[in-house]
């Protein structure tokens, strides 16, 4: 089973880049890296999925290294709406898999003004 | 285009009753998933199912039950409640597979078991 770990919490002020890496040794070949992001009261919001190498969109990017076995979630230039709980998720995808889906531990980040 | 909608919102059980849950998927979605949040666990996968069939299961006891119809409406029965179910419940939904496409979740059902 992929397991993930990301750290428990990260500060930063507004206006910095922030990183947030997810560890998955044991992903599988066929597995996608899913970010949500997740305000309180809420349910969580999807923000990037990538499968290798580096994915881009408005909002974040993702790095994977050829290896697989972790993922970096890029946001650029935070700003105090990010404060929020982020996840990593890493699907044991494929039709009939009857392996269960993995959401990470959450990673907290607070922005400062 | 509706979002995922779950009825009810809030909840409150004592121990040993049953509660139903109910999801309404993005129209044209037919995956449906459901999850337990709760402070000390974080967020726990518990079923997926697609096409009215369960397809993938989380690693939760058999009283967590739930079924999806024809429309791709799912509700998700918890039987025999213990003051540790008290969660917030999420219900995801998504087109295809849901390791593959991203996944879009309700408000969530706060259940509180007294």
């Known amino acids: 089973l992929a397991k993930t770990t990301q750290p428990i919490s990260m500060d930063s002020y507004e206006g910095q880049e922030v990183n947030i890496t997810c560890s998955h040794n044991?992903?599988?070949?066929?597995?996608?890296i899913t970010w949500y992001q997740q305000f309180p009261s809420q349910g969580p919001r999807f923000i990037i999925q990538g499968y290798k190498t580096k994915v881009t969109n408005e909002v974040a990017s993702l790095f994977i290294p050829a290896d697989r076995k972790s993922s970096t979630l890029s946001l650029p230039r935070v700003s105090l709406s990010d404060t929020a709980v982020y996840y990593c998720l890493v699907g044991l995808g494929g039709y009939n898999n009857t392996d269960k889906l993995i959401f990470g531990t959450g990673t907290r980040l607070q922005v400062f003004p | 285009k509706a979002g995922v909608t779950q009825t009810p919102r809030y909840l409150i059980k004592t121990r040993g009753q049953q509660v139903t849950l109910s999801c309404s998927p993005i129209?044209?979605?037919?995956?449906v998933s459901w999850y337990q949040q709760t402070p000390g666990q974080g967020l726990q996968f518990l079923f997926e199912y697609f096409s009215e069939t369960q397809r993938n299961k989380g690693n939760f006891p058999g009283r967590f039950s739930g079924r999806q119809f024809s429309n791709s409406r799912s509700e998700m029965n918890v039987s025999t409640l213990e003051l540790g179910d008290s969660a917030l419940y999420l219900c995801?939904?998504?087109?295809?597979?849901?390791?593959?496409?991203?996944?879009?979740f309700g408000p969530g059902t706060r259940l509180t078991v007294l």
């Open positions: 044991n992903i599988a070949t066929n597995d996608y």
């Open positions: 129209s044209g979605h037919r995956s």
């Open positions: 995801a939904s998504s087109f295809r597979d849901i390791s593959y496409n991203e996944q879009f």
